[in-house]
């Protein structure tokens, strides 16, 4: 979903907290192993992802005499006997179920990638490229928002099964657009379900498994996006060549009805929390932090439309929308978290610098190889599974014990590494540079984010009293998702102001855009020097 990233599901290896944007990362109440039910109402889960509330502070949970049985169940056995593990009979299938939904979601963002630059130019609306991933994002924001508060007042299960529809139903409406105005409008309606569904599942991570299994489960998440990112962009790329960048979209909704299936019993049978005082559908559309997060949203999507519009008329959406965005980010992250203030600010800063330079960065490379180097939509996807591999190997290293007196030190590393890929990638314009120095760079970009994005959420515990948890993991994922789309939303600005709006629909291969190349150096210069300004602002996490 991050996400069109695995920003939404993940857990740095042996750390047992939550967080993340890609496999590996982690952090947040209900990974943790301090966050516990401390979460704050209408946290936003890791995006992923800190995890997403287990109850409101105060809350009475009350549970079935069968939850109650099976969780004494594993707790007597330690782990061992055959209720006590994540695929023992008390949990198999809400496990199959959750590892099922996160896998679709994993290979839906892979998916994405690789057929993005066919559907834009088929569409005629490579103009509007970047609104493809961050209508995404925008969505995502609110739907967040709303799930926190949605299941903290009335569970998990409207929101998880209210976002797979509404996923699906964006996957249906992008596949069938005509224009590429209704795609943005699809992959807007995708959002909101990703949002939904992303809280939901780290909302029920927390009610149905003991502390003892999170870490588990929750590095089940980063296992569950391995294959997609190896295979999604070989299949996406042979569907979209074969039998059209449509079935990419039009083909995932018949997988939805698997991992419900498979859940619904457990999911049955889940604690269930007392209700908030008022806590209708209509409440919870009210709250604060819905409303601060709608405004935020409508603010990044104006100012993206005024940037990609530079005339005098675009001024008045401009205002409007930095009068919706600045005080919706300022009440929704931490005091001092745009002055780098030392300490908790500055994870929360960099958390945004980090996500929002990866995802800008990557939105752009499938474009730049199939309309510069001429590549097929298969090998430009494939170039950037080697990130999501390295990701997870960076995630493990940070979490070796030997390490941890060098945290800050390597999220710095993890930084200047990543700001050396995205300065790497548009190298591939030059004659005679092999287009594999692309796949070699976000190898070198992944294990960066690995250590940084993981390191984040160990730090954020840390640096958080148990009562605050919560609120502060909550965020560090509103900090990502802004990240997401402040960044992609300039990536698009500067395309557009370079010339990289005029690449025709009809083009094909190289010639396609070798008069633009600016366009695209443009986008990963400017996501470079934030990785760099990322580097700074790690040197202030203490």
């Given at each position: 979903?991050?996400?069109?990233?695995?920003?939404?599901?993940?857990?740095?290896?042996?750390?047992?907290?939550?967080t993340g944007p890609h496999p590996g990362s982690a952090e947040g109440a209900g990974a943790g192993t301090d966050g516990g039910?401390?979460?704050?109402?209408?946290?936003?889960?890791?995006?992923?992802?800190?995890?997403?509330?287990?109850?409101?502070?105060?809350?009475?949970?009350?549970?079935?005499?069968?939850?109650?049985?099976?969780?004494?169940?594993?707790?007597?056995?330690?782990?061992?006997?055959?209720?006590?593990?994540?695929?023992?009979?008390?949990?198999?299938?809400?496990?199959?179920?959750?590892?099922?939904?996160?896998?679709?979601?994993?290979?839906?963002?892979?998916?994405?990638?690789?057929?993005?630059?066919?559907?834009?130019?088929?569409?005629?609306?490579?103009?509007?490229?970047?609104?493809?991933?961050?209508?995404?994002?925008?969505?995502?924001?609110?739907?967040?928002?709303?799930?926190?508060?949605?299941?903290?007042?009335?569970?998990?299960?409207?929101?998880?099964?209210?976002?797979?529809?509404?996923?699906?139903?964006?996957?249906?409406?992008?596949?069938?657009?005509?224009?590429?105005?209704?795609?943005?409008?699809?992959?807007?309606?995708?959002?909101?379900?990703?949002?939904?569904?992303?809280?939901?599942?780290?909302?029920?991570?927390?009610?149905?498994?003991?502390?003892?299994?999170?870490?588990?489960?929750?590095?089940?998440?980063?296992?569950?996006?391995?294959?997609?990112?190896?295979?999604?962009?070989?299949?996406?790329?042979?569907?979209?060549?074969?039998?059209?960048?449509?079935?990419?979209?039009?083909?995932?909704?018949?997988?939805?009805?698997?991992?419900?299936?498979?859940?619904?019993?457990?999911?049955?049978?889940?604690?269930?929390?007392?209700?908030?005082?008022?806590?209708?559908?209509?409440?919870?559309?009210?709250?604060?932090?819905?409303?601060?997060?709608?405004?935020?949203?409508?603010?990044?999507?104006?100012?993206?439309?005024?940037?990609?519009?530079?005339?005098?008329?675009?001024?008045?959406?401009?205002?409007?929308?930095?009068?919706?965005?600045?005080?919706?980010?300022?009440?929704?992250?931490?005091?001092?978290?745009?002055?780098?203030?030392?300490?908790?600010?500055?994870?929360?800063?960099?958390?945004?610098?980090?996500?929002?330079?990866?995802?800008?960065?990557?939105?752009?490379?499938?474009?730049?190889?199939?309309?510069?180097?001429?590549?097929?939509?298969?090998?430009?996807?494939?170039?950037?599974?080697?990130?999501?591999?390295?990701?997870?190997?960076?995630?493990?290293?940070?979490?070796?014990?030997?390490?941890?007196?060098?945290?800050?030190?390597?999220?710095?590393?993890?930084?200047?590494?990543?700001?050396?890929?995205?300065?790497?990638?548009?190298?591939?314009?030059?004659?005679?540079?092999?287009?594999?120095?692309?796949?070699?760079?976000?190898?070198?970009?992944?294990?960066?984010?690995?250590?940084?994005?993981?390191?984040?959420?160990?730090?954020?515990?840390?640096?958080?009293?148990?009562?605050?948890?919560?609120?502060?993991?909550?965020?560090?994922?509103?900090?990502?998702?802004?990240?997401?789309?402040?960044?992609?939303?300039?990536?698009?600005?500067?395309?557009?102001?370079?010339?990289?709006?005029?690449?025709?629909?009809?083009?094909?291969?190289?010639?396609?855009?070798?008069?633009?190349?600016?366009?695209?150096?443009?986008v990963f210069a400017m996501m470079a020097a934030v990785a760099l300004a990322g580097s700074v602002t790690a040197c202030r996490?203490?």
């Amino acid at each position: 979903m991050t996400a069109d990233r695995p920003h939404d599901f993940g857990i740095g290896a042996g750390t047992g907290t939550g967080t993340g944007p890609h496999p590996g990362s982690a952090e947040g109440a209900g990974a943790g192993t301090d966050g516990g039910a401390d979460a704050a109402p209408g946290a936003v889960p890791p995006a992923a992802p800190g995890a997403e509330s287990i109850a409101p502070p105060g809350a009475e949970i009350t549970a079935t005499p069968g939850h109650l049985a099976r969780a004494a169940a594993a707790d007597d056995d330690g782990g061992g006997g055959p209720d006590g593990g994540i695929l023992g009979r008390a949990h198999r299938a809400l496990t199959l179920g959750i590892v099922s939904a996160v896998s679709l979601v994993a290979f839906e963002a892979s998916a994405v990638n690789t057929a993005m630059p066919v559907a834009a130019r088929a569409l005629d609306g490579i103009g509007l490229y970047a609104f493809g991933f961050s209508a995404f994002f925008t969505a995502s924001l609110f739907a967040m928002a709303l799930a926190g508060e949605w299941s903290d007042r009335r569970g998990p299960l409207g929101p998880l099964f209210s976002g797979i529809a509404a996923f699906g139903t964006g996957l249906l409406i992008a596949g069938a657009a005509r224009s590429m105005g209704m795609f943005i409008v699809g992959r807007g309606v995708q959002g909101i379900g990703g949002g939904l569904v992303v809280v939901s599942l780290y909302v029920v991570v927390g009610r149905a498994y003991p502390e003892r299994l999170r870490p588990s489960i929750m590095a089940s998440f980063s296992a569950a996006w391995v294959v997609p990112v190896i295979v999604g962009p070989l299949v996406a790329g042979t569907v979209t060549e074969h039998l059209g960048w449509r079935w990419v979209f039009l083909a995932i909704p018949a997988l939805i009805l698997l991992p419900l299936v498979v859940m619904l019993p457990a999911l049955r049978t889940l604690p269930r929390t007392r209700p908030a005082p008022a806590g209708g559908v209509r409440q919870v559309l009210g709250s604060r932090r819905c409303l601060l997060a709608l405004a935020v949203a409508v603010g990044a999507c104006l100012l993206q439309y005024a940037g990609q519009h530079p005339a005098w008329s675009a001024l008045l959406p401009a205002a409007a929308g930095l009068a919706l965005l600045a005080p919706g980010i300022v009440r929704l992250l931490p005091r001092g978290t745009f002055r780098a203030a030392r300490g908790l600010p500055s994870v929360v800063l960099l958390r945004g610098l980090a996500a929002g330079a990866l995802v800008a960065a990557e939105s752009f490379i499938p474009l730049m190889l199939v309309t510069q180097r001429g590549l097929s939509a298969t090998v430009a996807g494939l170039s950037l599974t080697g990130g999501g591999l390295t990701w997870a190997l960076g995630s493990y290293v940070q979490s070796r014990p030997r390490l941890e007196p060098y945290r800050e030190r390597l999220m710095v590393l993890g930084m200047v590494l990543l700001a050396l890929a995205i300065a790497l990638v548009p190298l591939v314009l030059l004659d005679g540079v092999p287009a594999g120095i692309v796949a070699a760079a976000w190898t070198l970009g992944g294990f960066g984010m690995g250590l940084n994005i993981s390191s984040a959420g160990v730090l954020l515990l840390k640096l958080s009293r148990p009562e605050e948890a919560g609120s502060n993991s909550a965020s560090l994922q509103m900090s990502d998702a802004l990240g997401n789309v402040t960044f992609v939303g300039l990536g698009g600005v500067l395309f557009v102001a370079f010339g990289g709006g005029e690449i025709g629909a009809s083009a094909s291969g190289a010639s396609a855009a070798m008069s633009h190349p600016a366009a695209f150096v443009a986008v990963f210069a400017m996501m470079a020097a934030v990785a760099l300004a990322g580097s700074v602002t790690a040197c202030r996490v203490k």
